[in-house]
């Protein structure tokens, strides 16, 4: 089972920024597809961002280009979500996730490994 470690999330004033990690083996960071999904209460899990393994492409959803950053620490095998303009919809319990699926998603199902997820709350 391959693990992945999350870190990072907490709460923010709308406008303001927060950076998530996720720390995961050197094999599933070099060859997995990493996406960060996002859960919000009574809502379905949605994706945020799906990261392709050994290329500098990261594919994002609407309701977060332009705000949301991902970035790679090939030292550390460690994934971040860097959060900014964040808005009270942006609220959610926020997972990090693993696929050997290739090409990479934003389907969440396609995804086998996940996190223990963390929270971000923004507030208005």
């Known amino acids: 089972q391959v693990q992945l470690v999350e870190s990072g999330g907490g709460s923010a004033q709308a406008g303001g920024s927060l950076r998530l990690s996720c720390a995961t083996s050197?094999?599933?960071?070099?060859?997995?597809?990493m996406g960060w999904f996002r859960q919000a209460p009574g809502k379905e899990r949605e994706a945020v961002a799906v990261s392709f393994p050994g290329a500098d492409r990261t594919e994002y959803v609407d309701s977060v280009k332009d705000r949301f950053t991902v970035s790679r620490d090939n030292a550390k095998n460690t994934i971040y979500l860097q959060m900014t303009y964040l808005k009270p919809e942006d609220t959610a319990m926020y997972y990090c996730?693993?696929?050997?699926?290739?090409?990479?998603?934003?389907?969440?199902?396609?995804?086998?490994?996940w996190g223990q997820g963390t929270q971000v709350t923004v507030s208005s």
């Open positions: 996730a693993s696929s050997s699926i290739l090409p990479c998603t934003f389907l969440s199902r396609l995804y086998n490994n």
């Open positions: 050197q094999y599933t960071y070099n060859y997995y597809c």
